[in-house]
């Protein structure tokens, strides 16, 4: 199947239509709000959200014997805002750090989830079976009612974040500006951790609880290599999100036995991958050709000084001086002369060089420094 096949079958395919367009939008909210995750050095945060939704699920299951994803997910979005507000707790009442917090909620709610799933597994009930699926996922169970539900879900996350944008940059880079300005921090934290509570409900249909916290970090993470303009960043994190999840979407429906959620997971993984490496202010490869510069310019630098020694000793800094008395200088190459003539720092006529007055001024400003 080609990419015009694909493309055609997306739009006459209801399924695959769905799937696609429910990935995107989840993919668009978990980058927008994951950034705000990322900034505020919370990337656990999703994580312990998102294994501290299963007992939810597990609860909603045995009050109601139904495995209606609505309700499940309802049980799922309680047992998550209990979680978040735990770790609120926690953290201010307590002397334990946010990170603690994190982990021991995480911890203690996803034994207690799989306790429960487990005591399910064993009741003599046919209905309890498919619930394991929420561990990793199940994209192919998403309705149209269900990525109506993400949309108006993302609309309202936009609207919310748009209305309170300068609220909630001052929360993230400076929480106790904001409360001198007069600005009800508490409000704001619950406000957006409610909201990332229910982006990762959202989230685990489709991904699961397990993977359900790297959709929520990667496209962040990948934009954050991009910029340092908060609101470039989130638009470019709903990008990468949306773009996992519609290529991730692609690549499940083309190769058989490959599922949905985790192929997803790998598509974002692999933008964080290309950013941390290609990225041009905080890649690797250019942080790399950049020393590298450096370490030339500064090896230039020191050659150019060297010779400055020596002109500076003479009235006429035109004055030629054989190549040959460079040579006792340590790390002086034929190259690096080479280099210093393009920059008309110095002239070449055979086996002579002499410096120019720009070279001379130029030299001389780096004694000064």
């Known amino acids: 199947m080609n990419i015009t096949d694909y493309i055609e079958l997306v739009f006459t395919d209801y399924t695959l239509r769905t799937i696609t367009l429910g990935t995107a939008i989840l993919g668009a909210i978990c980058g927008m709000l994951g950034s705000f995750a990322v900034l505020r050095k919370q990337s656990l945060l999703g994580d312990a959200i998102s294994h501290a939704s299963l007992p939810g699920i597990a609860i909603a299951f045995l009050i109601t014997s139904t495995k209606d994803t609505n309700v499940l997910l309802i049980g799922a979005l309680i047992s998550g805002l209990i979680g978040s507000f735990w770790i609120r707790g926690i953290v201010k009442n307590t002397h334990l750090k946010t990170d603690t917090a994190l982990g021991l909620i995480l911890s203690v709610f996803f034994g207690f989830g799989m306790l429960l799933l487990t005591f399910i597994q064993k009741l003599p009930n046919a209905n309890q079976s498919g619930l394991d699926k929420f561990l990793f996922g199940q994209a192919a169970t998403l309705m149209e009612k269900d990525v109506w539900l993400m949309g108006i879900v993302f609309l309202i996350s936009l609207v919310v974040v748009l209305f309170f944008w300068k609220e909630l940059k001052l929360l993230l880079f400076d929480a106790d500006y904001a409360k001198t300005l007069g600005f009800n921090t508490k409000l704001l934290d619950i406000l957006i951790t409610s909201f990332i509570v ?20 990667a496209p962040a993470a990948a934009a954050r290599q991009w910029t340092d303009k908060l609101g470039v960043m989130v638009l470019i994190a709903s990008i990468f999100g949306a773009l996992s999840g519609v290529i991730g979407t692609g690549i499940s429906a083309t190769q058989s036995n490959l599922s949905t959620g985790p192929v997803i997971i790998l598509v974002a993984g692999f933008f964080v991958m290309i950013s941390f490496i290609f ?68 002239t070449i006529d055979g086996q002579n060089w002499s410096m120019t007055e720009e070279g001379y001024e130029f030299a001389k400003n780096l004694y000064s420094k």
Do not use: C, W
Not at 198 to 217: D, F, Y
């Open 198 to 217: 229910v982006a990762i409900v959202l989230g685990l249909q489709t991904v699961g609880v397990v993977l359900m916290s790297a959709m929520l970090l």
């Open 279 to 346: 990225s041009p202010s905080r890649g690797l490869l250019f942080r790399q050709i950049r020393l590298m510069k450096n370490r030339r310019d500064l090896h230039l630098h020191k050659t150019l000084s060297f010779m400055f020694d020596i002109v500076k000793t003479h009235e006429d800094k035109t004055h030629p001086h054989t190549i040959k008395i460079l040579n006792n200088f340590q790390g002086f190459t034929r190259n690096s002369l080479n280099k210093l003539a393009e920059k008309n720092y110095i």
